[in-house]
T-cell receptor
């Protein structure tokens, strides 16, 4: 069965510092991978996705993620965090041929001024 | 292009009642999926509709049902509401799927259901 693990429930970083949010998945083949962000009271906004090809993908708002097959990971990074990045971040996996997303439990990001 | 819209945004019901939530996908999108988000269980997939047919289903009881209309708009219904059904219900739409029938899902703002 597919599963997604986001080991960090809460992360606090200072504004301007770099950020890495971890995501590990369990799936027999290469899945489709996504990162979404959710602000309080809002729906989910897509940050980036990986379907195939280059394992380093660029997204919106200066985010990037790297797919590492050997580690079953798809970590999200940003070189310099802005106060407006404070939100909850979700990693999601979709198995091949099923338009059905499995989400991690989310990581809440707090940004210190 | 307008995004995914969901109505109503907030709903309060009592145990035993039933509720219907509505979702209008992005124009041109034919797939609509529904998710339940709770603090305890996180985001869980309910079902997906494509061309008026349920194509994928999650592990929810039969009290949860849905349908899709010919214009791709979708409704989900929860009958005999329980306190544990209190949640944010999110709808997501996808363009006609390409490779592997998986495509990016674009989410609406959700309907916050409170069951008293």
């Amino acid at each position: 069965a597919q599963s997604v693990t986001q080991p960090d429930i809460h992360i606090t970083v200072s504004e301007g510092a770099s950020l890495e949010l971890r995501c590990n998945y369990s799936y027999g083949a290469t899945p489709y991978l996504f990162w979404y962000v959710q602000s309080p009271g809002q729906g989910l906004q897509l940050l980036l996705k990986y379907f195939s090809g280059d394992t380093l993908v660029q997204g919106i708002k200066g985010f990037e993620a790297e797919f590492k097959r050997s580690q079953s990971s798809f970590n999200l990074r940003k070189p310099s965090v802005h106060w407006s990045d404070a939100a909850e971040y979700f990693c999601a996996v979709a198995p091949y041929n099923f338009n059905k997303f499995y989400f991690g439990s989310g990581t809440k990001l707090n940004v210190k001024p | 292009k307008a995004g995914v819209t969901q109505t109503p945004r907030y709903l309060i019901k009592t145990r035993g009642q039933q509720v219907t939530l509505s979702c209008s996908p992005i124009s041109g999108h034919r797939s609509v999926s529904w998710y339940q988000q709770t603090p305890g269980q996180g985001l869980q997939f309910l079902f997906e509709y494509f061309s008026e047919t349920q194509r994928n289903k999650g592990n929810f009881p039969g009290r949860f049902s849905g349908r899709q209309f010919s214009n791709s708009r979708s409704e989900m219904n929860v009958s005999t509401l329980e306190l544990g059904d209190s949640a944010l219900y999110l709808c997501a739409s996808s363009l006609t799927p390409g490779t592997g029938n998986v495509d990016t899902q674009y989410f609406g703002p959700g309907t916050r259901l409170t069951v008293l």
